[in-house]
């Protein structure tokens, strides 16, 4: 089925280990995005990504590393997780940089 | 410093009438504007959407309205139905202080329609 896919859909981590959330979509878009949603924060962008090879920061990049190395994927790494990155993790991917965002059903994310 | 804001977290109406769910910014780099509705347990789906050269954009029930001067754009459900209880998330796309593009959330006004 065409969309955007995240995976896992719930993941348990103990403090300093290495995580990747996964982030797949069948459109083909070239622009890619990591949001994170925090109560009392709404959505804050991670990382995103304008195409293949080309990623920048967002609001809130610290502790998280992106590569795009195929224009499907994008997943996110937290090289050494701490308890303020428990949160649900959003990926989506638009077209162009107007286009409407497609989300994923997210991936929520408890570190211990 | 909360770039797109929306002051009311929740927001309760009855069925039949008239929702409207208002969004504040501060940036006048932001040139476009989108709703987005969530449900529980699943990721925003886009709602509409509005330019900056525009000041009323409709789809169906879903009519947003921008006022550039105020720098507020408000979204209006008519009639609300109980299928439209949901959170809904104001966001906005302009050039960052960087020089790329974002596109900036407020933190959402959860909408319960009463039957």
């Known amino acids: ?112 | 410093d909360q770039q797109v804001k929306q002051n009311s977290p929740s927001l309760s109406v009855q069925e039949g009438r008239i929702s409207i769910l208002n969004c504040d910014y501060t940036n006048s780099m932001f040139d476009y504007f989108l709703w987005y509705k969530k449900y529980p347990a699943e990721g925003p789906t886009f709602l509409i959407s509005i330019s900056s050269i525009k000041d009323k954009n409709e789809d169906g029930r879903f009519t947003v309205f921008l006022n550039k001067s105020a720098k507020h754009l408000s979204l209006h459900i008519v009639p609300s139905q109980p299928g439209d209880s949901a959170v809904y998330f104001c966001a906005a796309s302009g050039r960052s202080g960087a020089g790329s593009y974002q596109l900036t959330f407020g933190k959402g006004t959860k909408l319960s329609v009463i039957p």
């Open chain 1, 1 to 112: 089925d065409a969309g955007i896919t995240q995976s896992p859909r719930y993941k348990i981590t103990e403090t300093g280990r290495q995580v990747t959330l996964m982030c797949h979509q069948t459109w083909s878009h070239s622009y890619m995005f990591w949001y994170r949603q925090d109560l009392g924060h709404g959505l804050r962008l991670i990382y995103y990504s304008a195409a293949a090879d080309i990623t920048d920061k967002g609001e809130v990049p610290d502790g998280y590393v992106v590569s795009r190395s195929k224009t499907e994927n994008f997943p996110l790494t937290l090289e050494s997780a701490t308890r303020s990155q428990t949160s649900v993790y959003f990926c989506a991917s638009s077209e162009s940089r107007n286009s409407p965002l497609h989300f994923g059903n997210g991936t929520r994310l408890t570190v211990t």
